[in-house]
T-cell receptor, first 114, second 112 residues
Framework: GAGVSQSPSNKVTEKGKDVELRCDPI?????LYWYRQSLGQGLEFLIY????????KSGLPSDRFSAERTGGSVSTLTIQRTQQEDSAVYLC????????????FGDGTRLSIL | KQEVTQIPAALSVPEGENLVLNCSFT??????LQWFRQDPGKGLTSLLL?????REQTSGRLNASLDKSSGRSTLYIAASQPGDSATYLC???????????FGKGTSLLVTP
C-alpha cells in the first residue's frame, strides 16, 4: 500500500488478556518505530527496528510488552496480561533508512482495556 | 533527556488570520526538527522537516523556522482556513538519532 497500515484500528479487551497489534510499513522502508499516545503522557517512543533487529527497546514500559519484525517488513507489538493503564493509541511509523528522514505514521490502533 | 514544550496548548482564530505556533527544546544537539499535524482519530501527517543546518522550510502556506542555539522553532500558518483545524505537534530526535521526542501539541481551531 501507499502508507503505513495498522490493524486492528480499534481493540477492546478484558484486563488480563493478551493482545497483538500489527504494523505494515511503507514498502522498502527499513526502519520501523512504535509509539504510544495516551491522554496524560502524550506521545512516547516504545521501540525501534532496523531491519529485523531492535537496537533500541528502551521505551517498552514493562516485560509484558514485546515486539518482533519479520522479513524486514511487518511488525507485531504484543502486550501480555493487559492492564487498564495500557489503554492508549499505539502508533507505528517507518522511514526509508534510519537516518534523518521524515517518519511516516499509520492511523494507529486504539486499545481499550476494560 | 530531551524535553519538548509547545505553546500555546490551544488556539482559536477566525478564518483568514495568520498565526504562529511555538516549540522549544532543551538539548540543542539535534539532527532535525519535524512538524506534524494530527486530525481527531487519525495518525500523524508530516508537514515539514528542518535539518539542523537549515534555518527554515516552506510548504504552501506553512513556514517553519529553526533556531538551534536558542532551542526554538516556530510554525507560521498564513491565511488560516477551517481545514487547518487540527493538533500540531513538533518533534526532535533523541541523541541516538531515531526515536522522536514530542511536545504535547497545540490544538488549533479556525472558525469560519
Amino acid at each position: 500500500g501507499a502508507g503505513v497500515s495498522q490493524s486492528p484500528s480499534n481493540k477492546v479487551t478484558e484486563k488480563g488478556k493478551d493482545v497483538e497489534l500489527r504494523c505494515d510499513p511503507i514498502s522498502g522502508h527499513t526502519a520501523l518505530y512504535w509509539y504510544r499516545q495516551s491522554l496524560g503522557q502524550g506521545l512516547e517512543f516504545l521501540i525501534y527496528f532496523q531491519g529485523n533487529s531492535a537496537p533500541d527497546k528502551s521505551g517498552l514500559p514493562s516485560d509484558r510488552f514485546s515486539a518482533e519484525r519479520t522479513g524486514g517488513s511487518v511488525s507485531t507489538l504484543t502486550i501480555q496480561r493487559t492492564q487498564q493503564e495500557d489503554s492508549a493509541v499505539y502508533l507505528c511509523a517507518s522511514t526509508l533508512t534510519n537516518s534523518n528522514q521524515p517518519q511516516h505514521f499509520g492511523d494507529g490502533t486504539r486499545l481499550s482495556i476494560l | 533527556k530531551q524535553e519538548v514544550t509547545q505553546i500555546p496548548a490551544a488556539l482559536s482564530v477566525p478564518e483568514g488570520e495568520n498565526l504562529v505556533l511555538n516549540c522549544s527544546f532543551t538539548d540543542s544537539a539535534i539532527y532535525n526538527l519535524q512538524w506534524f499535524r494530527q486530525d481527531p482519530g487519525k495518525g500523524l501527517t508530516s508537514l515539514l522537516l528542518i535539518q539542523s543546518s537549515q534555518r527554515e522550510q516552506t510548504s504552501g502556506r506553512l513556514n517553519a523556522s529553526l533556531d538551534k542555539s536558542s532551542g526554538r522553532s516556530t510554525l507560521y500558518i498564513a491565511a488560516s482556513q477551517p481545514g487547518d483545524s487540527a493538533t500540531y505537534l513538533c518533534a526532535v530526535p533523541s541523541r541516538s538519532g531515531y526515536a522522536l521526542n514530542f511536545g504535547k501539541g497545540t490544538s488549533l481551531l479556525v472558525t469560519p
